[in-house]
């Protein structure tokens, strides 16, 4: 099976950069990926990591380790609208389609 | 495109009482999952399906029946509400190719049970 741990809240202000960490424990692994969600909105996919390293899409950026079992999703030059929830999520290889969520790291973003 | 569309987007059940959350996408998805959204809990997969006529358990089932007659459409049934049942509901979908981490959501059936 699998675990995911990610902190539970984040705060802070505009211009400012945050970095959610995202650890797992799983039995075999396809990639780690990360899904943002406005109150009251449906998930929406922001990325993928297959390999390890960082992929940039914009402000936004997230890093893959392996060997450490860990993740981040880097948050730059944050803007009031990236006040939401972000979810690591993974699937697992011995879980076939199924793709499992972490709780889930509230970001509030403050003037 | 619609994407994926959810009906009802609320409902209000008494304990035992049943009902059928609609699930529906235009975009030619094999595979469509419902979830449940609970404060703190993060997204548990109920049950999941791969394609027309095939569906499968996921993390919570218990409670719930799912069947998939065609490729759009992917129903969740709660034969007996309980309160325990009261949750945001999201259905999902993607491709057979691509990222298979690529879901797409629609916007969610908030369910409370009395």
């Known amino acids: 099976g699998q675990s995911l741990e990610q902190p539970s809240e984040v705060t802070a202000v505009e211009g400012a950069i945050v970095q959610i960490n995202c650890t797992y424990q799983?039995?075999?692994?396809?990639?780690l990926s990360w899904y943002q969600q406005h109150d009251g909105g449906a998930p929406t996919f922001l990325s993928y990591?297959?390999?390890?390293g960082l992929e940039e899409t914009g402000r936004f950026s997230s890093f893959l380790s392996r060997s450490d079992s860990y993740g981040y999703l880097l948050l730059q030059e944050l803007q009031m609208k990236d006040s939401a929830s972000y979810f690591c999520?993974?699937?697992?290889?011995?879980?076939?389609?199924?793709?499992?969520f972490g709780g889930g790291t509230r970001v509030l973003v403050k003037p | 495109n619609a994407g994926v569309t959810q009906t009802p987007k609320f409902q209000v059940l008494k304990t035992g009482q049943s009902m059928t959350l609609q699930c529906a996408q235009d975009?030619?998805?094999?595979?469509m999952s419902w979830y449940r959204q609970d404060p703190g809990m993060g997204l548990r997969l109920i049950h999941y399906?791969?394609?027309?006529?095939?569906?499968d358990q996921g993390e919570v089932p218990n409670g719930y029946n799912v069947s998939r007659s065609t490729t759009e459409d992917f129903p969740l049934r709660l034969l007996s509400a309980a309160p325990s049942q009261t949750s945001v509901y999201f259905c999902?979908?993607?491709?057979?190719?691509?990222?298979?981490?690529?879901?797409?959501f629609g916007s969610g059936t908030q369910l409370s049970v009395l």
């Open positions: 999902a979908s993607r491709p057979r190719g691509g990222v298979k981490e690529k879901l797409f």
């Open positions: 799983t039995s075999g692994f396809y990639g």
């Open positions: 990591n297959a390999l390890d």
């Open positions: 999520a993974v699937r697992d290889q011995a879980a076939g389609n199924k793709l499992t």
């Open positions: 975009m030619n998805h094999e595979y």
């Open positions: 399906s791969v394609g027309a006529g095939i569906t």
